[in-house]
């Protein structure tokens, strides 16, 4: 069964250090997503992306992060200078049109 | 903003149990989606529900996309000890792909 994959599966950094989180989405999934569960609580989505471009953000997607697909394959979320708030699991997720959001294993962010 | 009101919090029963849990919101929904979540894992996709009052089953598991579509019930029967775990309602509104999370229900199946 197709899988999205996360790496890596748990980071640890120091607060103000930039982090970067990579993920590989199913191969032939066109909506890329980040969302992230601090623990204890539930998902929150951060960021969807179309087309090689934003095509929705919450108001956590502040300056801090951004994403990126720098090639047919890694799709990578970037938090340019870390606070400990930051700490949290991050999800990546895929879907192909309307059909088979599919969620990976998760990073866990340690910002100490 | 929008909100998933997820019941119940919790649920501890005895195995071969049935155990019912649902989703309500005041916003109306293109999609339903249940997960679960083992401690340390992603959410993985037990029933995808697309068409308001739809009733689809997956083995011992059975959700309901509610007629209203602001509403999503999810039924195991006969649970087993590996049900245990957090499970969660997600939703997606009419104008947008993102989803919307309830608070989730952890289950505890005893022997």
């Known amino acids: 069964e197709p899988e999205v994959t996360q790496t890596p599966s748990h980071q640890v950094t120091q607060m103000g250090q930039e982090v970067i989180l990579r993920c590989v989405p199913i191969?032939?999934?066109?909506?890329f997503y980040w969302y992230r569960q601090i623990l204890g609580q539930k998902v929150e989505f951060l960021v969807s992306?179309?087309?090689?471009?934003?095509?929705?953000k919450s108001e956590i997607f502040d300056d801090q992060f951004s994403v990126e697909r720098p090639d047919g394959s890694n799709f990578t979320l970037k938090i340019r200078s870390t606070k400990l708030e930051d700490s949290a699991m991050y999800f990546c997720?895929?879907?192909?049109?309307?059909?088979?959001?599919?969620f990976g294993s998760g990073t866990r962010l340690t910002v100490v | 903003g929008q909100q998933l009101n997820q019941s119940p919090q919790s649920m501890f029963i005895q195995e071969g149990e049935d155990v019912s849990m649902n989703c309500t919101s005041s916003s109306i929904f293109n999609t339903w989606l249940w997960y679960k979540q083992d401690p340390g894992e992603g959410p993985v996709l037990l029933i995808a529900?697309?068409?308001?009052?739809e009733l689809t089953s997956n083995g011992r598991l059975t959700a309901q996309f509610g007629i209203t579509r602001k509403d999503s019930f999810l039924n195991i029967s006969a649970s087993i000890p590996s049900d245990v775990g957090i499970y969660f309602c997600?939703?997606?509104?009419?104008?947008?792909?993102?989803?919307?999370f309830g608070t989730g229900t952890r289950l505890q199946v005893f022997p």
């Open positions: 191969s032939n999934h066109l909506y």
């Open positions: 997720a895929s879907m192909y049109g309307g059909y088979g959001y599919t």
């Open positions: 529900l697309y068409k308001a009052g």
């Open positions: 997600a939703g997606q509104l009419v104008d947008t792909d993102k989803l919307i």
């Open positions: 992306f179309y087309n090689n471009e934003i095509s929705e």
